[in-house]
């Protein structure tokens, strides 16, 4: 009985350590951002995470087939503290995967969090 019990613990401490480090709360999927004069948005990510963490990034690929310029890995967030984040991404016009992921130590912590199919347009994209 004791054996299963601890078993268990032990699982989902396990599954804690490995999976949801990041839980991105802001933008959702299939979100679009209005471009400025200047042909670029702003793009506002916010969330929360559980782990020992010392930064957060993000970056967008460019999804198959679709318009867009990629955004290499960018610190969103320099020093986390409070287990909530919140940064911003520069993107020209184009429909992109967002990725978020945690540092600790210039090393990775967990898994990366992907929001799928961020748009950028103006109002004349059709």
């Not at 709360?25 to 670029?40: A, E, L």
Request: aromatic content about 8%; charged content about 15%.
């Amino acid at each position: 009985m004791h054996i299963k019990f601890f078993t268990c613990i032990f699982l989902m401490l396990i599954s804690i350590s490995l999976f949801g480090q990041i839980e991105i709360k802001f933008p959702p999927t299939r979100m679009v951002y209005q471009r400025n004069t200047s042909g670029n948005a702003t793009l506002f990510i916010t969330g929360t995470y559980l782990s020992n963490i010392g930064k957060i990034q993000a970056r967008l690929k460019t999804r198959a087939g679709e318009p867009g310029v990629a955004v290499s890995w960018t610190d969103i967030v320099g020093a986390v503290s409070g287990n909530v984040f919140s940064g911003s991404l520069s993107a020209s016009g184009g429909r992109y995967d967002l990725e978020v992921r945690g540092l600790k130590n210039g090393q990775q912590v967990g898994s990366s969090v992907t929001v799928e199919k961020v748009g950028v347009l103006s109002i004349t994209d059709s």
